[in-house]
Structure formats: structure tokens, C-alpha cells
């Protein structure tokens, strides 16, 4: 039922609010409803501009049945019903929302959220699927700051059955680089590994740019590619490839480790089109050269750019709006870019600035989301709105 209430994402299509308009007082220090009243605000006076009638508010019933699928991946229970029906009219909504993302069963549901986001449904003979969903759990339980949590990710190391973080870099480190040129280039291409952080932790998808320019967006450059590609060029996967039937690799896990003593210009060599072979340095997607790049510290070095990337907090919520409401400010919701207009991009700026100020806590975008009308709206449509 998260796509339930896909009707109040798409009556976003109205005209964008002004980039002028600034946070409603108090939301520097972050008051909850301060944020469920700008998501609230922005999209009424859209669908005031464009003549478009919201669809009824859902029942008490829906929206509690939406809001268990959402966040704890469930529908509840009759006595859950019975007793949320008792509490207090103008407050049971907040109680439900505060008990809910402090539960056993949303840190498990969104465990299982993220191993697919971070693994896809399917993973290779060496890795442990179980121990990251065990580690994301533990990291939901706690409610980690979201910016940790992505560092933890991008430089982990460690056996994947002891660690689970290092499962994320051991599925996605690429093909492995010949023996004889593993001193220069270190021991895989980690072209996988590039494409997934972006695509996931920056909502930029760049997996195009790894042979060519990007043809329809013209600031995606293939040297952006490489560049970014160079700071994940000493990770060592141990050992390199763990195949064969179930048997022979059952128990058998890989161990992630980043090797100082390979590619020490931290500098790799692309072809372009034309077949012309060139050499890039470490850098990041905007150009930026890190200060300084200490052997076997260099994810440490890409994990701080990406965290404070802009990208990095916009997507998140974008991805998490996608998750509650079918859809996200931008569609597919990990696609940004001047090829794909972005829906009340002012919206989307601030609901991000307020994330980075909570200090990235999951939690209150979860809370501020589930609260607002658009997500309590029923799934029905009207003559206003059903072709949205």
C-alpha cells in the first residue's frame, strides 16, 4: 500500500515553489511539525495553482494499514487496530509513527530494504547477505546517523561473514585486472563498485560514462568515470573468486582489504572511443583533488566527498519518498540529472537541508513523510487528479 498513496505524489506536477522561499520559523532547530507544515504547504498551494481538487483523506483504517506496510513491512495486528482505535484522536497518528520506527520490526524491514538496495536480490558465492542485514538492523535499532552508516559502507573491510559492510564492496569490485599489470592497477577494475555508490548513495547514475561521454547530459564525462574510479583501485578481495555448485562454497566467504603497496600514483588508464588511451589521477565527480591521498586511505578520502556531495542528502530523500509514495521527486528516483526534471525541486532542496540538520536521522524523515496529508490521502482519484 506504499503505492496507495501514490496519488498524492503525483498531484506534485503543479508549478514548482520559488527557490527564495526559505524554512517556516523554527525549523533551524528542527520541530517536526514545522516540516510536516512545509511538505503540507507546498503541495496545497500546487494543487491550488493548477485547479487540481485532492483526493479524499484516507480512513483511519487505511492509513494505519498503509503506514505498518510502509515502515515496518507488515500490516498490523487486530489487537494493534483495536488499539490504536482507543488512543486519542489529535495525537494517535504521532504515538503510532514514534512507536513504529522504534520497533524491532523496523530495523528488520528496512535491513531487508537496504540489502536489496545495496546487493540487488541476488548475490555471488563469498558473500554474506545475512550478516549485512544483520548489520543494517543494528544500525536501524540505534538509529545511526545515515552519513555514518554510507562511510562505514564505502571503506569497510574485513571478512564478510565477521563484517557486514565489506559485503557491500566485496560484491561489486568488477573483473580482475591481469597479473602482471595488478602492481600498476591494482587488482580489479571496480567499474561495478563505481556505478553502484553513485547510483545509490548520490542518486547519479554514471555507468554510461565508464566507455563514452554521456550523450544526453552533457556535464557526465567519462574521465568523471575514472577519476572517481581511481579511489577504490587498492581494495584486494581475498581470495579473487569463490565459484563452483553450493557444496564447494558453502561457508566460504570473501575478506576485504585495501592493499597500500598497488597502484601508488593512484592514477588509472582509460580507453575513449576513438581508441586513444588515457591516464587520470584520483578525483572527484566535480573536479575536486583531495589535499591528500595516503596509501590505503583512499576510501576513507571518498567516502567524506561523497557524504558531503549535495546529491547525497537529495537523494536519500527522494529514495525514501519513492519508497512511501510510488514515486519520487524524480522518476526513476535514482536518475538525477538535466535529463530528468525534477518535481518542486525548492521542496526537495529543503526537505534535504533538514535532514542534514537533524544529523541525518532516518527516523524523522520517516516521521515527517508519514505525517504529512499528502501521504494520508486515499488512493482514489477524481476528475482533478486521475490523470496526474
Known sequence: LGMAAALGLALLLGQPVSHAEQLPPGSGSLVDDDIINLINTTLEKAWAENSIEPSKAATEHEWLRRVYLDVVGRIPTVAEIESYMKMPTATRRKQVVQM???????????????????????????????????????????????????????????????????????????????????????????????????RVFLGTQVQCTQCHNHPFIDSRKQDQFWKFNAFLRQVKREPPVIQGNVKKTVGRFYTIEEDPNVNPSAAVFYEQRNGLILRVSAGYLDGTRPDKLEPGKRREVLAEFVTQDPMFAKALVNRYWAHFFGRGFCHPFDDFGEHNQVAHEALLDKLAAAFVTSNYDLRRLVTWITLSRPYALSSIGNKTNRSQ
Open 100 to 198: 513504529l520506527v522504534r520497533s524491532d520490526d523496523y530495523a528488520d524491514s528496512w535491513a531487508s530494504i537496504w540489502t536489496v538496495w545495496l546487493l540487488t536480490r541476488t548475490s555471488p558465492p563469498g558473500i554474506s547477505r545475512a550478516k549485512l542485514h544483520e548489520w543494517l538492523a543494528e544500525a536501524f535499532a540505534v538509529n545511526k546517523p545515515y552519513n555514518q552508516m554510507v562511510k562505514e559502507l564505502i571503506t569497510a573491510q574485513g571478512k564478510c561473514d565477521e563484517n557486514g559492510p565489506a559485503n557491500f564492496i566485496a560484491a561489486w569490485v568488477g573483473e580482475p585486472v591481469p597479473a602482471d599489470n595488478r602492481s600498476r592497477d591494482g587488482y580489479f577494475d571496480m567499474v561495478p563498485l563505481t556505478s553502484r555508490i553513485t
